[in-house]
């Protein structure tokens, strides 16, 4: 019996060890061990094992090959967690930038006491003065500019689950290119608009933290369906992606959609990941093909290769046929 082999143990074990995946760990916990799984301590290995997920110059996002950038913040109470990321032509994501800035939005009077305060702050430290930054800034600037052209966000997600609701609301109804997310238990499908809250999307959480948590680990193939970080993301980043682990005090916590940050640890940039998924969600199934630059993503493909193009049409997007075909677009 292959279980009763040293041979065959002794292999097993070593596949297990600090460096495998988790099916590795789970097959010699249960098949050899004859134990629940149990989740090996993350160690350096774990850590550098996430930074693969860093893009080589080759495989950075351009102009040449993004169909897409959109905005994901996580609010907290002194801060938004904020990601930029591109989907590209092969329906890879990109994290492109990462930032935390303290403010939603500032009036201009705002603005000008905050950045006349840092200006005095700078000067007392003897740092250089960087003026205020907010999600608002972030999502009217350009990204991936190249010889003074760059493009902006086309949407942003954010969280309105427990922290600022108020000022959210508030932003999404200022923004129309602002959505809001909360996270919720669904059977029917993975989201869905609400019926109550203008703007609101639905989406069960534990289905795109599954997501997540296959592109992170078991997701190989770098040319498609890729997860891709830029290269100079910091250390407290990727602590607070890898700190999410399976819960040993579950029954089934090795599962993907009941993994735990370790200790309560903070998490903020795993949930924009998580969020960022149910972004690509909703883009690709209800934009309009004006809000793409290429439309040439295999999602995109799929979306629209059956649905024939009628004549007369001015921008380019199917007309409705039937029952068939319902596109919509919740901003202009």
């Known amino acids: 019996m292959p279980a009763l082999n040293w041979k065959a143990i002794a292999t097993a074990q070593l596949e297990a060890g600090k460096r495998s995946d988790i099916e590795s760990q789970t097959t010699f916990d249960n098949s050899f061990r004859g134990l629940p799984f149990k989740r090996r301590e993350v160690v350096k290995e774990d850590f550098e094992r996430l930074k693969e997920h860093c893009w080589k110059p080759s495989e950075a996002p351009s102009l040449d090959n993004v169909e897409m950038l959109f905005l994901v913040a996580d609010t907290q109470d002194d801060r938004s967690v904020v990601g930029i990321f591109a989907l590209d032509v092969n329906d890879n994501l990109h994290l492109i930038e990462a930032k935390e800035p303290q403010y939603l939005f500032l009036a201009e009077e705002d603005r000008a006491k905050v950045n006349a305060n840092l200006e005095q702050i700078s000067k007392q430290k003897g740092i250089p003065f960087v003026k205020v930054e907010t999600v608002e800034d972030l999502l009217l600037k350009e990204y991936l500019v190249k010889d003074g052209v760059g493009i902006k966000p086309t949407f942003a997600l954010i969280d309105r689950q427990g922290h600022r609701t108020n000022d959210i609301q508030y932003f999404a109804n200022k923004l129309p290119q602002v959505m809001m997310y909360q996270g919720s238990s669904m059977t029917q499908s993975n989201w869905r608009m609400s019926d109550n809250v203008k703007k609101l999307i639905l989406a069960s959480a534990k289905h795109y933290q599954a997501n997540l948590i296959y592109y992170l680990y078991s997701q190989k193939k770098r040319t498609e369906n890729y997860l891709y970080f830029m290269p100079n993301i910091s250390a407290d980043v990727i602590k607070q992606i890898v700190c999410v682990k399976p819960d040993s005090t579950k029954k089934f916590g090795d599962a993907p959609e009941n993994w735990q940050p370790e200790h309560d640890g903070q998490h903020d940039w795993f949930d924009v990941l998580?969020?960022?998924?149910?972004?690509?969600?909703?883009?690709?199934?209800?934009?309009?093909?004006?809000?793409?630059?290429?439309?040439?993503?295999?999602?995109?493909?799929?979306?629209?290769?059956?649905?024939?193009?009628?004549?007369?049409?001015?921008?380019?997007?199917?007309?409705?046929?039937?029952e068939r075909y319902k596109p919509s677009s919740w901003f202009s």
């Open 274 to 322: 998580k969020m960022a998924y149910l972004a690509v969600d909703v883009a690709v199934a209800s934009f309009k093909r004006d809000r793409w630059r290429f439309c040439k993503s295999p999602a995109l493909k799929r979306r629209w290769e059956k649905v024939p193009v009628l004549k007369g049409s001015v921008d380019g997007d199917p007309k409705p046929v039937g």
